[in-house]
């Protein structure tokens, strides 16, 4: 049976209850007994997006806002705005359902999942198949869940450019990777190049994953998004860095058995990347080298 969600006169089940990218789900809906007085009913299927907002705040009280003294200290009404987590609904397709002589009995129906569905996940989307029986008096609104999970078949599989985040680059760092594409609970294997431009202090590498939440809702200022990075491996801590001398390390980096995959979504997306942070040995005015390397993270085989 389908995971569904249960409200006053309908039910709704949808099956498979795990699907990935282009597989096709069912919906049943079934009514206790006919919903009279019905003018139109719907279903609409989609996801509802969860991301980070800026919220500008307010001041309503006799003082201004650059004037935030003893005048509105715990003052209720007062409140100079800050970061929020919501959801938006995402809907994809919406489909008019049978209403006969102003009564529905039920009904059922398909959805196919579409080739770029974000994967369902607490971070980024949550999948349903919500139904609205619009009548006299009070709706009747109920929805069903089903998760979508994303396979190494459902994305592109090819090696994205090296980021430079930080540094002065007296270093240069590369990452290479054994393959683009890792599962959720897999362990990223590749190498780390230093090639010194110049001779260095010796030098501290270190390996991790990091993962990025960026939002872009259409209608609201956006978060700051946030960062998550994964533990810190580290590969050698004594490096002599001589002038254009290549020296490589192989890393190995755990991904999280519970990684959500990488998605783009309307509002909000996830991003992936192993990291690489190269540190100078003493108090010698030598900036810490940060890098990074794109992959794409999946869910299912």
């Given at each position: 049976?389908?995971?569904?969600?249960?409200?006053?006169?309908?039910?709704?089940?949808?099956?498979?209850?795990?699907?990935?990218?282009?597989?096709?789900?069912?919906?049943?809906?079934?009514?206790?007994?006919?919903?009279?007085?019905?003018?139109?009913?719907?279903?609409?299927?989609?996801?509802?997006?969860?991301?980070?907002?800026?919220?500008?705040?307010?001041?309503?009280?006799?003082?201004?806002?650059?004037?935030?003294?003893?005048w509105?200290?715990?003052?209720?009404?007062?409140?100079?705005?800050?970061?929020?987590?919501?959801?938006?609904?995402?809907s994809?397709?919406?489909?008019?359902?049978?209403?006969?002589?102003?009564?529905?009995?039920?009904?059922?129906?398909?959805?196919?999942?579409p080739?770029?569905?974000?994967?369902s996940?607490?971070?980024?989307?949550?999948?349903?198949?919500?139904?609205?029986?619009?009548?006299?008096?009070?709706?009747?609104?109920?929805?069903?869940?089903?998760t979508?999970?994303?396979?190494?078949?459902?994305?592109?599989?090819?090696?994205e450019?090296?980021?430079?985040?930080?540094?002065?680059?007296?270093?240069?760092?590369?990452?290479?990777?054994?393959?683009?594409?890792?599962?959720?609970?897999?362990?990223?294997?590749?190498?780390?190049?230093?090639?010194?431009?110049?001779?260095?202090?010796?030098?501290?590498?270190?390996?991790?994953?990091q993962?990025?939440?960026?939002?872009?809702?259409?209608?609201?200022?956006?978060?700051?998004?946030?960062?998550?990075?994964?533990?810190?491996?580290?590969?050698?801590?004594?490096?002599?860095l001589?002038?254009?001398?290549?020296?490589?390390?192989?890393?190995?980096?755990?991904?999280?058995?519970?990684?959500?995959?990488?998605?783009?979504?309307?509002?909000?997306?996830?991003?992936w990347?192993?990291?690489?942070?190269?540190?100078?040995?003493?108090?010698?005015?030598?900036?810490?080298?940060?890098?990074?390397?794109?992959?794409?993270?999946?869910n299912?085989?």
């Open positions: 049976m389908g995971l569904f969600d249960r409200s006053g006169d309908a039910s709704v089940v949808v099956t498979p209850t795990v699907v990935t990218p282009r597989q096709t789900v069912e919906v049943a809906i079934t009514t206790d007994k006919p919903i009279r007085k019905v003018r139109s009913a719907r279903l609409d299927w989609g996801y509802a997006n969860f991301y980070q907002y800026h919220w500008a705040g307010r001041v309503d009280s006799a003082a201004a806002a650059g004037n935030d003294t003893i509105t200290a715990d003052q209720v009404g007062t409140n100079y705005g800050g970061d929020r987590d919501t959801d938006d609904w995402v994809v397709i919406v489909e008019e359902l049978p209403v006969a002589a102003s009564e529905f009995t039920g009904a059922s129906s398909s959805f196919r999942i080739s770029w569905a974000p994967a996940s607490p971070a980024i989307a949550r999948w349903e198949c919500r139904l609205t029986v619009d009548r006299e008096g009070l709706d009747v609104e109920t929805r069903g869940e089903f979508v999970r994303i396979g190494t078949a459902d994305v592109e599989s090819y090696l450019p090296l980021e430079h985040v930080s540094g002065a680059a007296e270093t240069v760092v590369d990452v290479s990777l054994s393959k683009p594409v890792w599962r959720a609970g897999e362990t990223v294997t590749g190498h780390v190049t230093l090639t010194p431009t110049v001779d260095l202090p010796d030098g501290d590498l270190a390996v991790s994953w993962r990025e939440r960026e939002s872009h809702p259409l209608t609201r200022t956006p978060g700051p998004g946030g960062q998550l990075d994964g533990r810190i491996v580290q590969l050698d801590k004594r490096i002599q001589r002038a254009g001398t290549p020296v490589e390390f192989a890393f190995e980096v755990e991904l999280p058995d519970d990684a959500p995959p990488t998605a783009a979504a309307v509002h909000s997306s996830i991003n990347f192993v990291q690489a942070r190269l540190m100078y040995k003493g108090f010698n005015g030598h900036v810490m080298e940060r890098v990074r390397r794109p992959i794409t993270v999946v299912a085989p």
